[in-house]
């Protein structure tokens, strides 16, 4: 069983930065591949990145690309996601996942076994 605690979440304004880490307990983390999605009110959740773990190779959603960055640390059992350039319309509930599956797309919630419980975004303008 792999358990995911998000954190680094808030409240910010049009502009500012913030860096969500998801801390894994398992031993295996270095074998997971690991992805961040988000769900604003009144929307599906939705992919923003993800990073394998055999090759460190990330994905991002058109939506991130250029301003947020996906990156892990198996040392400490951790993927973090830096967002800078924080618009309005990235408030939402974001949440970290797992998974141990190989030759997925890492883009859609069903290549992901585990989840984390998320953590609230707003960005005011």
């Known amino acids: 069983q792999v358990q995911l605690v998000e954190s680094g979440g808030g409240l910010v304004q049009a502009g500012d930065s913030l860096r969500l880490s998801c801390a894994a307990s398992?031993?295996?983390?270095?074998?997971?591949?690991m992805g961040w999605f988000r769900q604003a009110p009144g929307k599906e959740r939705e992919f923003v990145a993800a990073?394998?773990?055999?090759?460190?190779?990330?994905y991002y959603a058109d939506s991130a690309k250029g301003r947020f960055t996906i990156s892990r640390d198996n040392g400490k059992n951790t993927v973090y996601l830096q967002m800078n350039s924080l618009k309005p319309e990235d408030t939402a509930v974001y949440y970290c996942?797992?998974?141990?599956?190989?030759?997925?797309?890492?883009?859609?919630?069903?290549?992901?076994?585990?989840w984390g419980q998320g953590t609230q975004i707003t960005v005011s303008s």
């Open positions: 996942a797992a998974t141990y599956r190989w030759g997925v797309s890492y883009r859609v919630s069903n290549d992901y076994n585990y």
């Open positions: 398992v031993r295996t983390f270095s074998r997971l591949g």
């Open positions: 990073i394998t773990w055999s090759t460190g190779s990330t």
